[in-house]
């Protein structure tokens, strides 16, 4: 029997330090090969695969993090910023496109710019029923159209799914029906993508010492 209990306390130890570590480097690992598609922009005949015979994956992630920098720094100057308005000029041209892009540059402004409210107020809603609450982000109020045809002060807020929180669901909710969380967008990332497992200021995991106490 002590032996039996002996191996379970070894198998769970074995289990804590191997699945955290497998998920993050197949987390990783999608991540570099998705930003390694970047390598198809090169002339064939400069690809790494081409050159050396081998693949060697990481290449087009540092090809993407230098392009986004050389961007950066471009952009920065006075050159720079002609060259992105003529170009976004020509996008603004193309009904489809010009939709579709200056929406998403609105986004990208205001939360990689640190301006505005957008998803900076962690907020409980009831959702999806009266009975139910769900963790939601503010990611700003409602045009003026919207409040005023509902007569209410409302606030739009984004929902998301466990445990991949990129997808997720965009409502207008009533203000006085929020109640706002005293806990950081990372914190409630975290809980989100465990499905509550780990909650805010969670000590760090000790897989070693929780085994042990099995």
């Known amino acids: 029997m002590r032996h039996q209990l002996d191996l379970k306390k070894y198998f769970i130890t074995g289990l804590l330090i191997w699945i955290p570590l497998a998920i993050t480097v197949w987390v990783l690992?999608?991540?570099?090969?998705?930003?390694?598609?970047?390598?198809?922009?090169?002339?064939?005949?400069?690809?790494?695969?081409?050159?050396?015979?081998?693949?060697?994956?990481?290449?087009?992630?540092?090809?993407?993090?230098?392009?986004?920098?050389?961007?950066?720094?471009?952009?920065?100057?006075?050159?720079?910023?002609?060259?992105?308005?003529f170009w976004e000029g020509i996008l603004s041209r193309i009904p489809v496109v010009k939709s579709i892009y200056y929406s998403v540059k609105q986004i990208s402004d205001t939360v990689f710019s640190g301006t505005g409210d957008a998803f900076k107020k962690v907020l409980l809603v009831r959702y999806p029923h009266p009975q139910a609450w769900s963790v939601a982000f503010q990611t700003g109020l409602p045009?003026?159209?919207?409040?005023?045809?509902?007569?209410e002060e409302l606030v739009s807020v984004?929902?998301?799914?466990?445990p991949s929180p990129v997808n997720g669901f965009f409502f207008f909710v009533r203000k006085q029906d929020t109640i706002e969380l005293d806990m950081s967008v990372d914190e409630a990332l975290k809980y989100i993508v465990s499905m509550g497992v780990v909650g805010p200021n969670a000590p760090e995991p000790n897989?070693?010492?929780?085994?042990q106490n099995e």
Do not use: Y
């Not at 045009?143 to 007569?151: I, L, P």
């Not at 984004?158 to 466990?162: E, G, M, S, W």
């Not at 897989?207 to 085994?211: H, I, K, S, Y």
């Open 29 to 85: 690992t999608s991540i570099i090969g998705t930003m390694d598609q970047s390598l198809r922009l090169l002339p064939s005949a400069i690809q790494p695969v081409n050159l050396l015979g081998f693949n060697i994956p990481g290449v087009g992630t540092l090809l993407t993090l230098l392009v986004i920098l050389t961007s950066g720094m471009v952009a920065t100057n006075i050159i720079g910023q002609r060259m992105v308005r």
């Open 143 to 151: 045009a003026e159209t919207v409040v005023a045809a509902s007569g």
């Open 158 to 162: 984004f929902i998301p799914t466990a």
């Open 207 to 211: 897989p070693l010492g929780r085994a």
